[in-house]
């Protein structure tokens, strides 16, 4: 799997294209290739906010086929 983050983020597999969908996950997807190999805090995230992260991370894994 590729991944471009110079320009718009994209996500290339062996078999073409792959959405990440909408703009949150897109973000959370480039921050994370963006500190690739170091821990990122979630913070002092409550409640809401700390459940849409883990969803956010859910489907990304869901898409990247990372299950």
Request: net charge positive.
């Amino acid at each position: 799997m590729q991944f471009r983050i110079l320009g718009p983020l994209e996500v290339l597999s062996d078999t073409g294209p792959v959405s990440v969908g909408e703009s949150r996950p897109r973000t959370l997807l480039a921050v994370l290739l963006i500190k690739r190999g170091v821990a990122v805090s979630t913070g002092r995230g409550l409640g809401n906010a700390l459940s849409g992260l883990r969803a956010y991370l859910s489907r990304l894994r869901s898409v990247l086929g990372w299950r």
